[in-house]
Nanobody
Framework: VQLQASGGGVVQAGGSLRLSCAAS????????MGWFRQAPGKEREFVAA????????YYADSVRGRFTISRDNAKNTVYLQMNSLKPEDTAVYYC????????????????????WGQGTQVTVSS
């Protein structure tokens, strides 16, 4: 599967952005999907993931309550709604697909995911 992330940009602290991840090549149905981010000089970190069913979600502590991950299997797309953005949310955001199908609980390790997209830059100014 090929993943194309979009929706990044520059926003002031407290603002919102909605990232999209469009998949092509095969369906994402049956696969958990995740969002990760990497800030300059830091390692890539987990942000959020949604189970293949869409009914189970998991978030990093740093974004819980502010970010919401969702999926639309009919559109083969995953979303990340980001509210109350903070300067520390500045990073390149990547989406990725689980390497296996129908996995529960929701995976959070980057090693579990494959098919990384090219990333979209999010910059939050103070």
């Amino acid at each position: 599967v090929q993943l194309q992330a979009s929706g990044g940009g520059v926003v002031q602290a407290g603002g919102s952005l909605r990232l999209s991840c469009a998949a092509s090549g095969r369906t994402i149905s049956g696969y958990a999907m995740g969002w990760f981010r990497q800030a300059p000089g830091k390692e890539r970190e987990f942000v959020a993931a949604v189970a293949w069913s869409g009914t189970s979600r998991y978030y990093a502590d740093s974004v819980r309550g502010r970010f919401t991950i969702s999926r639309d299997n009919a559109k083969n797309t995953v979303y990340l709604q980001m509210n109350s953005l903070k300067p520390e949310d500045t990073a390149v955001y990547y989406c990725a697909a689980d390497s296996g199908t129908f996995r529960l609980p929701v995976p959070t390790l980057s090693s579990t995911f494959v098919s990384w997209g090219q990333g979209t830059q999010v910059t939050v100014s103070s």
